[in-house]
């Protein structure tokens, strides 16, 4: 079973928050036991935009979410990490097509801090 995490970018701050990073907790005892208890803490926040975590890692094991710009090393081809709601799984969006999230590859940013990796390419949000 795929472990379920999450990620926030926090719009106000400007800052990618995992866990409680951005001291944002408000809960009554000021404790936040899971990841699933801080988003449905948070979710009532306009302040966050949320990613969830795929399952899967890159090839140097760091954790693949959505929002991540992840560059394919065999073919070079970059793109971003989406969710499909209709067909309910994580793809690689390429711009002009899509692709299962398989193979070589490497998370070289997320679309919030590092949209400047894109402006080369083709790749929409």
Do not use: P
Not at 20 to 27: A, C, G, Q, V
Not at 36 to 65: A, C, F, H, P
Not at 101 to 122: F, P
């Amino acid at each position: 079973m795929r472990e379920i995490k999450f990620r926030a970018w926090n719009k106000e701050l400007e800052v990618m928050v995992y866990d409680n990073e951005d001291n944002s907790e408000s809960y009554w005892d000021g404790v936040c036991i899971t990841d699933v208890e801080m988003v449905n803490e948070r979710l009532k926040s306009d302040y966050y935009v949320w990613m969830q975590y795929t399952g899967l890692e890159d090839k140097n094991g760091k954790d693949i979410y959505e929002g991540d710009i992840i560059k394919e090393c065999d073919t070079d081809s970059i793109g971003i990490v989406e969710y499909d709601i209709k067909y309910t799984h994580f793809f690689l969006h390429l711009g002009l097509g899509g692709a299962f999230l398989v193979g070589n590859l490497e998370v070289i940013g997320n679309i919030y801090e590092d949209k400047h990796l894109l402006e080369s390419e083709e790749v929409t949000e």
